[in-house]
Nanobody
Framework: QVQVVESGGGLVQPGGSLRLSCAASGFTFSRYGMSWYRQAPGKERELVAAITSAGGTTNYADSVKGRFTISRDNAKNTVYLQMNSLKPEDTAVYYC???????????WGQGTQVTVSS
């Protein structure tokens, strides 16, 4: 049974930090690219950050470059998103995605709410 479970969201003041975690099970985690997406009210879901299966390559949305860092621990089947210098516009539900096009694996978590407000 595939499970993708995000955690670590919450309420934080502008300029603060949060670390999101995404724990995966039920598939070969080390063979999947992992990504974080977010969706704000009334907006489309957007890609925030992505990391390749071995962790050698990352990419980020322009809006979070220099503030967010994606990383993964294949031994723990977990991907992280360290978010620093948070802004009110970072407020959204953050989703974790696991993707392997070769085996047509595409899995999503249920999301975790991040609210940046004073």
């Amino acid at each position: 049974q595939v499970q993708v479970v995000e955690s670590g969201g919450g309420l934080v003041q502008p300029g603060g930090s949060l670390r999101l975690s995404c724990a995966a099970s039920g598939f070969t985690f080390s063979r999947y690219g992992m990504s974080w997406y977010r969706q704000a009210p009334g907006k489309e879901r957007e890609l925030v950050a992505a990391i390749t299966s071995a962790g050698g390559t990352t990419n980020y949305a322009d809006s979070v470059k220099g503030r967010f860092t994606i990383s993964r621990d294949n031994a723990k089947n977990t991907v992280y998103l360290q978010m620093n210098s948070l802004k009110p516009e970072d407020t959204a539900v953050y989703y974790c995605n696991a993707l392997n096009r070769f085996v047509r694996g595409d899995y999503w978590g249920q999301g975790t709410q991040v609210t940046v407000s004073s």
